[in-house]
């Protein structure tokens, strides 16, 4: 497997005009300013025409310290492939600009624009390239050929991110309900539209509750959109469900009616018809398939954190300063 931990930075070609000087000095080599502005271009180009005019000056600031940072990074492990005897040869080159060629259903002509369009030239491109398999040669030989993940570990992982996991419950439900209107002319019509709503709710609830098909008493009563469906709501999880619904209804068995529930311009009450487990949700067996996610997870955690370890030895063994 492989993990990409250096992002891909391709140069784009800077006017004669650029006063070349060096930013950093990293052991025998050197960052130079035409460096991080062939690299920054574009950046620098989309915050001019993006940030805010007082904001230009410091995000293209912080822009360049990224950009420097990254070209130190690039140094120092080209300078540890080649301490290591690393090298790439031509032929893996061409065999990568295949590859990326492929992937992208380019024909040869449509390439040549794509680098045209990113102010690449051919050599250019293929230098872009070496580096990136020279860091990705020098990363498996360093780091990712040296770990193992144990059995143990994926069994770890496992247990405490999916054999514990709740199964959820799905609730069938039905709605019984009236509203009112709440633009009357007054205070006191108001008061006596929603009187009247309860009133004819709570006739509807002592109906539901003696016996009566519910469905029938919410196709009487109910002017609520679902008394169409005879209330049917249809099944809901409970994270599914809005607060005041799961308060009514997960208290609930099968065939039981909720109290009344006062909402804004409303009354309603619920019925629960069933309650089952989401077959969708059942727990998860540990098989060849789910192993092998969980070492590729722990694999990538376990190369980033050596990665992170690795790069800050050699840079405090290097000699590094910023101009």
């Known amino acids: 497997m492989t993990v990409v931990f250096i992002a891909h930075?391709?140069?784009?070609?800077?006017?004669?005009?650029?006063?070349?000087?060096?930013?950093?000095?990293?052991?025998?080599d050197i960052v130079t300013r035409s460096d991080v502005n062939r690299i920054g271009k574009p950046i620098f180009q989309q915050i001019f025409e993006e940030a805010p005019l007082e904001q230009?000056?410091?995000?293209?600031?912080?822009?360049r310290k990224k950009i420097i940072a990254q070209l130190i990074e690039n140094k120092l492990l080209i300078q540890q492939a080649a301490a290591l005897n690393i090298s790439v040869s031509e032929t893996e080159i061409t065999q990568a600009k295949k590859q990326v060629q492929q992937r992208n259903n380019f024909t040869d002509e449509e390439f040549r624009d794509e680098l045209r369009k990113m102010g690449l030239s051919k050599a250019q491109y293929r230098e872009s390239l070496r580096d990136q398999i020279l860091r990705s040669k020098l990363i498996s030989y360093e780091i990712q050929s040296k770990i193992v993940i144990p059995e143990k570990e994926i069994q770890r992982y496992f247990k405490e991110q999916y054999s514990n996991t709740p199964q959820k419950v799905t609730y069938y439900v039905l709605q019984c309900g009236v509203s009112w209107d709440e633009k009357q002319p007054s205070a006191r019509a108001i008061s006596v539209a929603e009187r009247n709503a309860f009133n004819k709710v709570q006739l509807a609830?002592?109906?539901?509750?003696?016996?009566?098909?519910?469905?029938?008493?919410?196709?009487?009563?109910?002017?609520?959109a679902s008394a169409a469906d005879g209330g049917d709501l249809g099944s809901f999880t409970k994270d599914e469900m809005a607060k005041y619904m799961q308060d009514a209804i997960t208290v609930l068995q099968p065939g039981d009616i909720s109290p009344i529930i006062h909402r804004p311009h409303s009354y309603i009450f619920f019925k629960l018809l069933k309650k089952e487990l989401d077959t969708n949700n059942t727990k998860q067996v540990l098989d060849k398939k789910l192993k092998e996610e969980i070492r590729n997870k722990l694999y990538k955690q376990e190369a980033e954190k050596r990665y992170t370890v690795w790069l800050k030895k050699i840079r405090n063994e290097a000699y590094v300063k910023i101009l």
């Open 9 to 28: 930075i391709q140069p784009v070609p800077v006017t004669a005009e650029i006063i070349d000087s060096v930013v950093a000095v990293v052991n025998d």
């Open 56 to 63: 230009q000056k410091e995000a293209v600031e912080q822009a």
């Open 205 to 224: 609830h002592q109906l539901a509750q003696k016996g009566q098909d519910f469905k029938e008493v919410v196709r009487q009563y109910s002017n609520l």
